[in-house]
């Protein structure tokens, strides 16, 4: 859930608008030009290290010749959580598309080195579409006396994650800075398969157990899995919710006529003063954050809310962007069971999307729930929990949604 937008803004300005964005949220997202079609096929060690290891493409040759939306790669930063930092298709009329709002390889090197915005990864979700884990969202409470951590707790246990936002909140789990490791890319019949292990510990002491994690990103022409797979390999029972912050871009820049379906139900609602969760949920029907009409509703708002009460569809979570005047549009499905919400971030002045599908709501560990039910997964020892979703292409002008 970012909470600002830099798109054509200078890259210097960066610091200054960060220490604007509101208060639930991660950094901001920007438009810069992705590289080129010949850059995006060179070999790995032709491009910048990120995060202190190489990026991972994987691609495919197109075969409908111009004719219809199909993907074409996926760079992996494995050095930033396995961020799926850019992806890209042919769009007839288009040509190639890199259908996410980030910068080019060397950019993101330059800006993801640990320091300054970047000291706790936070930058990492600022583009692409970074995994989550194992909270999304923000986390609130107790600051500590060094300023350091925010403490809160689980079933008694206290949680100490770092005070990475603005000096009051943790934001956007833990994994920003992890590596992966073990990584493989396999040939499938249409595109390729990538894999790798984040084994994440008990996140630098900061989480109650100790959590292997997997990641499967799958690419074909006509859909795009990805999965993460949390696995706890400690001693103890742990909290885990596994999300993602896909900027989907709006491929004509003209926000004014795109759309977004999300079916929900309720809205988490936002204290006017501080625009912290009060632990009640609205009903959507009839307001201007009902989203679940067939054709969608258009961009008309700044969007920056969290979903839920969710309608599944054969056990799947169908929400989507559509960019009618590029004659595109991008299904964003939840396959996992335990994805409770969707958090929707699209400012009003950007040509972006965040369609973020994950199990948990804001503040998980809050008080204002009540006792709520948020989304955690009590994680025993051994036990396992996955998230998965898929991404397909349609033409709003074509077809149905």
């Known amino acids: 859930m970012a909470i600002s937008n830099l798109t054509r803004r200078p890259l210097r300005k960066l610091a200054i608008v960060l220490l604007v964005k509101a208060a639930i949220g991660t950094p901001a997202s920007f438009l810069v030009h992705s590289q080129t079609s010949a850059s995006r096929q060179a070999a790995p060690s032709a491009l910048p290290q990120v995060g202190g290891e190489d990026v991972l493409i994987l691609s495919r040759e197109p075969t409908s010749t111009g004719a219809k939306p199909e993907f074409l790669s996926i760079t992996l930063l494995p050095g930033r959580g396995m961020n799926l930092f850019q992806l890209t298709a042919n769009l007839p009329g288009k040509g190639e598309v890199n259908l996410l709002e980030s910068p080019a390889v060397a950019e993101a090197a330059s800006l993801l080195n640990g320091s300054g915005q970047d000291a706790f990864g936070n930058l990492n979700q600022s583009f692409g579409a970074a995994f989550l884990i194992p909270?999304?969202?923000?986390?609130?409470?107790?600051?500590?006396?060094?300023?350091?951590?925010?403490?809160?707790?689980?079933?008694?246990?206290?949680?100490?994650?770092?005070?990475?936002?603005?000096?009051?909140?943790?934001?956007?789990?833990?994994?920003?800075?992890?590596?992966a490791t073990d990584l493989k890319t396999v040939s499938t019949a249409d595109g390729q398969t990538a894999?790798?292990?984040?084994?994440?510990?008990?996140?630098?002491?900061?989480?109650?157990?100790?959590?292997?994690?997997?990641?499967?990103?799958?690419?074909?022409?006509?859909?795009?899995?990805?999965?993460?797979?949390?696995?706890?390999?400690?001693?103890?029972?742990?909290?885990?919710?596994?999300?993602?912050?896909?900027?989907?871009?709006?491929?004509?820049?003209?926000?004014?006529?795109?759309?977004?379906?999300?079916?929900a139900a309720t809205v988490a609602r936002l204290d006017d003063k501080d625009g912290l969760t009060t632990g009640d949920l609205d009903p959507v029907a009839g307001t201007s954050r009902d989203f679940n009409a067939a054709e969608g509703r258009v961009l008309d708002e700044s969007v920056n809310n969290n979903?839920?009460?969710?309608?599944?569809?054969n056990g799947v979570v169908k929400s989507w962007l559509a960019d009618p005047k590029s004659n595109y549009g991008i299904r964003v499905e939840g396959l996992s069971p335990h994805i409770y919400t969707i958090h929707v971030y699209s400012p009003k002045n950007g040509s972006f999307a965040a369609i973020e599908e994950q199990f948990n709501f804001q503040d998980p560990f809050g008080k204002e729930w009540r006792g709520m039910d948020t989304g955690?997964?009590?994680?025993?020892?051994?036990?396992?929990?996955?998230?998965?979703?898929?991404?397909?292409?349609?033409?709003p002008t074509a077809v149905d949604h």
């Open 135 to 179: 909270f999304s969202s923000r986390i609130s409470c107790e600051v500590s006396s060094d300023g350091k951590t925010v403490t809160t707790s689980w079933r008694g246990k206290p949680i100490t994650p770092p005070n990475d936002f603005l000096g009051k909140y943790a934001v956007h789990g833990l994994v920003n800075q992890a590596r």
């Open 195 to 263: 894999t790798g292990i984040i084994h994440a510990g008990d996140f630098d002491g900061h989480w109650l157990s100790k959590t292997d994690l997997y990641f499967v990103i799958e690419l074909s022409g006509s859909k795009v899995d990805v999965t993460a797979t949390a696995n706890n390999v400690g001693g103890v029972i742990e909290p885990m919710a596994i999300g993602w912050h896909p900027y989907l871009s709006i491929p004509s820049r003209d926000r004014s006529q795109a759309r977004i379906h999300i079916p």
């Open 307 to 313: 979903f839920s009460h969710l309608t599944r569809t």
């Open 376 to 395: 955690m997964v009590p994680l025993k020892p051994g036990e396992s929990v996955t998230w998965k979703v898929r991404l397909e292409m349609f033409q």
